[in-house]
């Protein structure tokens, strides 16, 4: 159901007069492209935000997870695209999920390791992007591997003594892809539910946003973003179900 958009509404969302998006440009399933000219379904939402409550937009772009959740709980950006991980959520309010995306582990490929729970034992090593949603959630639930984070997991794994980079599937993928000495896990250790977060104590911009994404999941306009920046094995989120 649309939510009817008013001054009160526009001020609320974007007190700067402009719509302000934290775009994450380390994670190229929601931008691709650079700080000056990024693209993708995160781009592309912000820009049908900003149709919508009719304000121009700026998307101000990070090289990392963190950065992004920063931006908005400083007040630089009026809107993020993040994960939905718990340990956001006291400073922040979620949209239902646009985007589903694998954890998913990479290892050598001549190890016998073939499941994450082969992982989560004594004396093995993981490595994870400070700051990430997946580092968070490994931080909560291994309970016997040693979670071991940096700026460039890639570098720790290469520099030995670890056991498996943590991370987004695709890019996973991808890295093994070039490289033949290394494989990603059928299994996924999680499934992260990426949303559009906004300050905490704005639940009508955020009654805005969610309405908006919810009608943009069904009329195909997340779909065709994915499939626009070369994501078409992406999962888009089922729609919410009513509380």
Do not use: W
Not at 51 to 76: C, I, S
Not at 86 to 91: C, F, G, K, M
Not at 203 to 221: D, H, N, Q, Y
Not at 230 to 243: C, E, F, K, Q, R
């Amino acid at each position: 159901m649309s939510v009817v958009v008013d001054d009160q509404l526009r001020s609320g969302i974007a007190p700067a007069g402009r719509l302000r998006a934290a775009i994450n440009l380390a994670n190229p399933l929601l931008a691709q492209g650079t700080a000056d000219a990024p693209r993708g379904v995160s781009v592309d939402l912000t820009a049908e935000f900003g149709r919508r409550l009719d304000v121009p937009v700026e998307h101000v772009a990070f090289d990392a997870a963190g950065k992004v959740v920063e931006a908005l709980k400083d007040g630089t950006c009026d809107i993020a695209f993040m994960a939905a991980d718990p340990s956001r959520a006291a400073d922040f309010l979620f949209s239902p999920p646009y985007l589903l995306i694998e954890g998913a582990y990479l290892v050598e490929a001549r190890t016998t390791l073939s499941s994450p729970a082969e992982l989560d034992a004594a004396g093995r090593k993981i490595a994870a992007t400070k700051g990430t949603a997946y580092a968070q959630y490994l931080a909560r639930n291994l309970k016997q591997a040693e979670l071991v984070l940096s700026d460039d997991a890639f570098a720790s794994f290469r520099a030995g003594g670890i056991d498996a980079v943590a991370g987004i599937r695709q890019p996973l993928v991808s890295y093994a892809a070039a490289h033949p000495d290394v494989r990603v896990l059928a299994q996924r250790f999680m499934e992260i539910s990426q949303v559009v977060a906004l300050p905490a104590g704005k639940p009508r911009a955020a009654g805005f946003v969610g309405a908006t994404i919810e009608e943009l999941k069904a009329s195909g306009f997340v779909r065709g973003a994915l499939d626009r920046s070369g994501h078409a094995d992406a999962l888009v989120a089922p729609a919410a179900t009513a509380s």
